[in-house]
């Protein structure tokens, strides 16, 4: 039934996703990574993550040949950084320049380069400075992008 | 001082149990019950505190409940930095879905006369959109019972109608929720971000007309 909802979803290509969709799709990616990245588990343990697409749900109806669910679009986050990086994709989103594919990617590349080192393992305690400075960098960045 | 019923939360364990979903408490710490919120700047949910004093927070089905020492550090951890939200000072986070960005809150401005907060349903992967969901704790476990009995596939199953607008029935018979979202600051919880699921906004106005 999941296999008949992601091949429905690249029929719908051009289709920004659903909350609805959405939710079903981040439930098979979390599963996903669990069962295709045995090591997220073994960093994290009993510590909390969080699933994050490298690049969005939000903008699959961009990428239509991508299967958004592939396990390298797919990072555990420890809380503390997803809430950065969530914030950079917001700044992103409020530019209003995130409406190519290009410019998607680009960012997307953005956060891997700021935050990267952060993928897939639990954060250290005390590096708040750090992930800020990773936000502030990234949003440098973006923005130098977005004027360009 | 004896601790508070949880028909909901045990309801939720036969479900699991009856399943064969996870369902691993953490052995509570010395001083539960005694749930201290202060550094939240918020009372204790009377539930959450009851909860406290049988588990320590623990893994059931896909819900990480936080333990005590978890949630001390994680609504902090929300409230300062940038990505900050700016509704973060108004919720408590206690429980999160297996990793994934969504989380269970209680609305402490919001609690009744015994203690009890609603809470909503967070979700950070959409700019921190909030839908409320139960008027108490111990009554969003009789939700996710429903919904482990109803709708949660076995492992490696078929996909299912996602909570909570998988229950919604029940949650439309939830009065005092319903009667909760008009009014402050749930309404300003409501209007943040995407705003609430969309079965949500329909449940609330069937209620209203």
Redesign the interface.
């Known amino acids: 039934?999941?296999k008949d909802?992601e091949e429905e979803m690249g029929d719908l290509a051009e289709t920004a996703l659903s909350?609805?969709e959405?939710?079903?799709l981040?439930?098979?990616a979390?599963d996903r990574?669990?069962k295709e990245k045995k090591s997220v588990a073994e960093a994290f343990g009993?510590q909390?993550?969080?699933?994050h697409h490298r690049v969005g749900?939000e903008y699959a109806h961009r990428f239509p040949d991508m299967d958004i669910n592939d396990v390298d679009n797919l990072v555990?986050l420890d809380?503390?950084v997803?809430?950065?990086v969530?914030?950079a994709w917001?700044y992103f989103r409020k530019t209003g320049k995130d409406n190519t594919a290009e410019a998607v990617k680009k960012v997307s590349k953005i956060v891997d380069d700021e935050f990267g080192g952060w993928f897939d393992d639990v954060a250290e305690e005390g590096i708040?400075e750090q992930?800020?400075a990773a936000?502030?960098e990234s949003v440098s960045r973006i923005d130098k992008l977005v004027r360009t | 001082m004896t601790a508070n019923p949880l028909p909901g939360f045990d309801a939720f364990e036969a479900a699991c149990k009856q399943r064969g979903f996870t369902w691993r408490p953490f052995a509570p710490v010395a001083g539960a019950g005694d749930l201290d919120w202060t550094p939240l700047g918020a009372a204790a949910d009377a539930d959450l505190a009851a909860l406290q004093a049988r588990c320590d927070g623990g893994?059931f089905w896909e819900i990480?409940l936080a333990p005590r020492a978890?949630l001390l550090e994680?609504n902090p951890?929300?409230r300062?930095?940038?990505?900050?939200l700016p509704i973060a000072h108004q919720l408590v986070v206690f429980a999160?879905w297996?990793?994934?960005?969504?989380h269970l809150a209680t609305v402490p401005a919001l609690a009744d006369t015994g203690g009890r907060q609603p809470v909503v349903w967070l979700d950070?992967?959409?700019?921190g959109a909030v839908t409320p969901i139960a008027s108490s704790v111990d009554r969003c476990f009789s939700l996710l019972a429903e919904h482990v009995e109803r709708f949660a596939p076995s492992p490696g199953g078929?996909?299912e109608p996602?909570f909570a607008?998988s229950v919604a029935g029940s949650i439309a018979t939830d009065t005092r929720l319903l009667e909760l979202s008009g009014a402050v600051p749930m309404i300003d919880l409501l209007a943040h971000g995407?705003g609430p699921?969309?079965w949500f906004a329909e449940l609330l106005a069937a209620a209203r007309r």
Do not use: C, I, N
């Open positions: 039934m999941l909802f909350t609805a959405k939710k079903t981040r439930g098979a979390r990574l669990a009993d909390p993550y969080e699933v749900l555990a809380p503390a997803h809430k950065r969530s914030a917001s708040e992930l800020e936000f502030q | 893994r990480d978890r994680h951890m929300l300062r930095g940038s990505g900050t999160s297996h990793g994934l960005a969504w950070l992967y959409d700019d078929d996909s996602a607008g995407t699921e969309p």
